[in-house]
């Protein structure tokens, strides 16, 4: 009897050893990592490599269950490790405080893993891993919570959907005119004074990225006025720094706006009308209130839960600018090109864009949200608990064990629902590839060469245009190569062909993009470079060139989407239930990430 | 947002204990799970008192879950001591327990997870405590306990107006049993409005029936193999098989090894599925042979992939009791580990 002894029993001999055997990548060790990292310690893993960028906060101890307070601010993955080891000591952990993107994990590395689990919280990240797996040819697990919402799913090259296979919804935006001239419901609000309000005070303007500023003929007149109108309060920055600045601003934006609203009458046919706040009501409204210095009485939490009175809001609208203010003007002493940008968790901008947002939802008759609603809202956090992430990580596990067992057909896309009734998840066949995606459908292959002697020239003649029969690629057609967005070549750009890939910065661990237009077929392939100097002939390249394969173009129109035929549903299913799912297909995110935060409904 | 609803009164018969508030730190601590069930659930978690029966690896798993929620008190009950085996899969105890109380041993590094969880670990038998014990709980989990102690365990939790869950993992496969006697909760449901969205609340009930009368659930004799398998998990069969067994033999199947079957012990797992099928006419498929072997290869085993799954959905739903919003698991959940098959099924 051993440590050993229930995994030995349950899982067989065989199979354990070859979990024993097995190198894993897990990339993220936030709230999935933490319980999957406790999983694989413990479930027969013994080399893992972790990695992640980022380092621990408090709001992540409720359910990343490897940190603790003292652990604030450290990095998560070394934490995690060390947190790990103490479960159990005979395994092996190599912990990366890193991006995953960063170039030293490159092919070689990723080729070095038996499976990559993803437990990341953006769809960047995400993106990158999968294309890496597909270039490595390294089955990937992918993963995803949120709140009681969980789904885990795995990734074979050629033989499953890639994580780019279906369209990925893209981030909700409200239209320009909804947020600046109609809005109708506190988020309107809300986005209002985070992205218009606050950006143009304090930030950047450009990063509009919740405002469809799309100009159709009908709002074309508009949008120039809204223009103006934003110029106009930029213009007010000649009085930052004196008394009557928050009152310039709260006049403009609070005042002479809405009357210029009010008179397109044709906006309040079928709206109910705003009411602007004039001077006289704002000094009135300060008077009335002139200390709010709230954290004297009552508790944050208190504070948070409240919704202010209209004279309130005003009060904390001139304290907040008045602060937020002098931040600024200290800020373009050093620096003229200094910016503020929204920051959730300082709280003297949270406080100026809940304000400006009640004050707004106030004028325009709309409900007021609280503090920690607004919060939520315009910092994008997303719930988050750790019961959730032990449940998908249990899973993560049990494909990890059937991918190693060659037991692929029997993983299955999981969805953990919310639901009561019947069924806890909901199961789909793995898809297989869709034709059209631009991703998975890419041949990938490695060239080593020696890039000082290697040259474009070679590269097209020893290798593209070569027939398959003769070790090259056989590719006929137009053919374009690419680096990212810089073209190396194309049918009329010939003039880099003799040049070294030294010569034209192609080094180590670059990707080369090449294109070959067949007329009726399109042919995308990556290739992926490994310089060795002392390579003793001109290159040597692994891949696949029979798997060579052609990419549908993309539907003109997207299908109004019926009944998924290929992914079959399990017959256990009843009809109510899998129509929950699809609520959680877009893309989860575990933590308090950023503006890639996909709004969940 | 902050609504009123009166306490809903679950615990007539409990002492009045005091009522402790969140504070900013607890506020902070908790944001992300607060943004998801509500201050009010949290504030009901942070007054509660949960006892968990059993150390293992399943135990360990809802005991993490509890303490990182902040739930009020967790009182955890093993006589056991840590063996060598348990090492593998109970992730809260180390090679320096190994002799030592299971429960003791567990309480080292759960404190570490939450400080704010009052701990308390008592190392001796279930058996030995008397009715007046359980009245201190709000929810009463057991594990690792052979169905006469969970019957009697939940017959006195009935009497004492405690909710009872029993659970248990054996390799692949997991289980969870509730009793929650009448419970009410509350319901919530999101409309959206354009833009806007706004959360209904509507109060219900669930009526629950102790284990033993649940066990004798009659089954419909008249069902079509599909129609029957899409009501009635077999994971559940499977379940109650390796109960009636372990209440005939005093002990679970034994496993021999990977070339030899246990015969015998396949026998009396034959004859125990036969009776209950017969009784009920239902057909042998729901539960085959194989089925049966592979419970003797499972049976007893606790690997952690299996406890993390099954222990995420007890904890979770040990929460949403406490928390008196939605419906608990009403009331068996079955786990297939290997297929992904976790199914709720309602015997009362």
């Known amino acids: ?601 | 947002m902050k609504r009123n609803i009166s306490e809903v009164d679950n615990t007539s018969n409990k002492k009045v204990k005091t009522i402790h508030q969140l504070n900013d730190e607890e506020a902070a601590l908790y944001d992300r799970q607060i943004r998801l069930w509500g201050f009010d659930a949290q504030r009901r978690l942070r007054n509660s008192s949960i006892l968990i029966v059993g150390g293992k690896a399943l135990s360990n798993e809802v005991c993490k879950n509890l303490v990182l929620a902040g739930v009020g008190s967790l009182t955890i009950i093993d006589d056991e001591n840590v063996t060598v085996e348990d090492l593998g899969s109970q992730f809260l105890v180390s090679k320096k327990n190994v002799g030592q109380n299971r429960a003791k041993s567990m309480k080292e590094r759960l404190v570490k997870l939450n400080s704010s969880v009052k701990i308390n670990i008592i190392s001796d038998s279930i058996e030995n405590k008397d009715t007046s014990f359980y009245n201190e709980f709000d929810v009463v989990c057991v594990t690792g306990k052979p169905l006469e102690s969970l019957i009697k365990i939940n017959n006195i939790c009935r009497k004492n107006n405690v909710k009872f869950y029993s659970a248990d993992v054996h390799g692949i496969f997991g289980y969870i049993f509730c009793d929650l006697i009448n419970h009410k909760y509350i319901e919530e449901k999101n409309i959206k409005y354009g833009d806007d969205t706004k959360t209904k609340q509507y109060e219900k009930s669930e009526q629950y029936s102790s284990l033993e009368d649940s066990l004798k659930y009659k089954f419909p004799s008249d069902m079509k193999l599909k129609r029957f398998l899409r009501k009635y998990s077999s994971i559940y069969f499977l379940i109650y098989t390796l109960l009636q067994f372990q209440k005939n033999n005093k002990r679970l199947p034994k496993y021999i090894s990977e070339d030899e079957e246990n015969t015998e012990d396949l026998n009396k797992l034959k004859e125990i599925r036969d009776h209950l099928f017969k009784k009920y006419d239902i057909n042998n498929a729901v539960l085959n042979d194989e089925s049966l072997s592979k419970i003797i290869r499972n049976a007893g085993m606790e690997i952690l992939p299996i406890c993390s799954v099954v222990g995420g959905i007890l904890a979770q739903d040990i929460l949403k009791v406490i928390s008196q919003k939605e419906l608990p698991i009403s009331n068996w959940f079955c786990y297939d580990g290997f297929t992904g098959d976790g199914v709720i099924n309602k015997l009362i």
């Open chain 1, 1 to 601: 009897m051993d440590r050993l002894s229930n995994l030995r029993q349950v899982l067989g001999k065989k199979l354990l050893e070859k979990v024993e055997n097995s190198k894993i990548l897990m990339v993220g060790s936030g709230g999935i990592g933490c319980e999957l990292l406790k999983n694989l310690v413990m479930s027969g893993f013994k080399n893992i490599e972790i990695i992640d960028l980022d380092t621990i906060d408090l709001s992540n101890l409720n359910r990343q269950f490897l940190f603790q307070r003292q652990h604030i601010g450290k990095s998560k993955s070394k934490v995690a490790r060390k947190s790990a080891l103490e479960f159990n000591p005979n395994v092996n952990i190599v912990a990366h405080h890193a991006n995953i993107k960063d170039p030293q994990f490159n092919i070689k590395w990723f080729k070095s893993f038996d499976i990559v689990m993803n437990a990341l919280d953006n769809l960047d990240a995400r993106r990158h891993v999968n294309t890496m797996c597909l270039a490595a040819n390294v089955p990937l697990i992918e993963s995803g919570t949120s709140g009681y919402l969980g789904q885990a799913t795995v990734i074979e090259k050629n033989v499953t959907e890639c994580f780019e296979c279906q369209p990925k919804p893209t981030p909700k935006t409200f239209p320009i005119c909804t947020i600046r001239s109609t809005p109708s419901a506190p988020i309107h609000c809300i986005v209002w004074a985070k992205n218009y309000l606050f950006a143009e005070l304090f930030g950047k303007s450009e990063d509009n990225d919740e405002i469809d500023e799309e100009v159709t003929e009908e709002n074309n007149k508009e949008i120039e006025n809204l223009k103006k109108e934003s110029q106009a309060l930029k213009e007010l920055y000649q009085y930052a720094g004196t008394p009557e600045y928050s009152e310039k601003v709260f006049d403009k934006v609070f005042n002479q706006d809405i009357n210029r609203l009010l008179k397109m009458e044709n906006l309040w046919k079928t709206r109910t009308k705003p009411t602007p706040i004039n001077t006289e009501q704002y000094k009135k409204a300060l008077e009335i209130n002139m200390d709010v210095d709230e954290d004297k009485n009552d508790s944050k939490i208190k504070d948070d839960q409240k919704i202010y009175s209209i004279e309130e809001n005003i009060n904390m609208f001139k304290e907040c600018l008045e602060l937020l203010v002098q931040r600024q003007l200290k800020g373009k002493k050093i620096d003229p090109e200094f910016s503020m940008s929204f920051e959730k968790d300082d709280d003297i901008i949270m406080k100026f864009v809940a304000a400006t947002a009640n004050i707004r939802a106030h004028i325009f008759s709309i409900e007021q949200l609280n503090r920690f609603k607004i919060k939520e809202i315009a910092g994008n956090i997303i719930a988050s608990i750790a019961t959730t992430n032990a449940i998908i990580s249990g899973i993560i596990i049990m494909d990890a064990y059937k991918i190693l067992n060659n037991q692929l057909e029997e993983c299955n896309t999981i969805y953990l629902t919310h639901d009561s009734s019947s069924n806890v998840f909901v199961k789909e066949f793995l898809a297989k590839p869709n034709p059209r995606c631009a991703v998975c459908r890419k041949s990938y292959f490695v060239l080593t060469i020696n890039i000082e002697k290697f040259t474009l020239n070679d590269l097209l003649n020893k290798v593209l245009i070569k027939p398959k029969d003769n070790n090259g690629l056989g590719l006929n057609g137009d053919i374009t190569i690419c680096e990212d967005q810089r073209i190396l070549y194309d049918f009329d750009f010939d003039d880099k062909l003799n040049d070294t890939f030294s010569k034209v910065k192609i080094e180590d661990g670059k990707y080369l993009n090449i294109t070959c237009d067949d007329d009726d077929k399109m042919y995308n392939i990556m290739i992926y470079i490994i310089n060795d100097s002392s390579l003793d002939k001109d290159f040597i390249l692994e891949g696949d060139s029979t798997s060579i394969s052609y990419i549908l173009p993309p539907e003109p129109e997207p299908e109004p989407e019926p009944e998924k035929t290929n992914k079959r549903k399990h017959s256990d299913g009843d009809d109510a239930n899998n129509k929950k799912h699809k609520v959680i297909t877009v893309d989860i995110v575990d933590d308090d990430d950023k503006v890639e935060t996909v709004l969940l409904d």
